[in-house]
């Protein structure tokens, strides 16, 4: 007899597979995002958009609808000349610029580290645990 692999471990170990993490799964572990963080700005369309809104409301006031809006908006703004564009793009590169400054401020902030008087993120239960754990007077185990 030969000493090498059989049939079946040869088979099995061609046909395993590594599984790649799907784009899902890791967004449970990430950490949650934090509300202090500056958003993002809003594009020229965006803005264009802000302004189309009102006027499209007040022309339609029946239609509720979200995607006719958008869609009209669309249309409108692929009409603009880059002329009538241009105070909508002015705007959204002010808010660009204004968005990147507080970037800078939020990330200089993120570096310093929190602050003394701030609380760290255990919370109270957490906190009194490990008094109770280095006073030893509560709950003892046993060391069997």
């Known amino acids: 007899m030969k000493a090498g692999k059989s049939k079946a471990e040869t088979r099995s170990s061609k046909l395993s597979v590594t599984k790649k993490p799907t784009k899902g799964a890791g967004r449970s572990k990430a950490a949650a995002k934090d509300p202090n963080k500056p958003k993002r700005p809003a594009s020229?369309?965006?803005v264009f958009m802000e302004d189309f809104r009102e006027t499209f409301k007040k022309e339609h006031p029946k239609n509720k609808s979200v995607a006719a809006v958008g869609?009209?908006?669309g249309e409108?703004?692929?009409s603009?000349?880059?002329?009538?564009?241009a105070p909508f793009v002015t705007k959204a590169e002010k808010r660009k610029v204004?968005?990147?400054k507080n970037m800078k401020a939020y990330n200089k902030k993120l570096e310093e580290g929190p602050k003394e008087d701030e609380e760290s993120d255990k919370s109270v239960s957490e906190v009194n645990d490990e008094d109770d754990a280095e006073d030893g007077s509560e709950e003892e185990e046993d060391d069997d």
Do not use: N, Q, R, V
Request: charge should be neutral; hydrophobic fraction near 45%.
């Open 44 to 46: 020229a369309f965006f």
């Open 80 to 85: 603009l000349s880059d002329a009538e564009k």
């Open 71 to 73: 869609k009209a908006a």
């Open 98 to 100: 204004d968005y990147e």
């Open 76 to 78: 409108k703004w692929k």
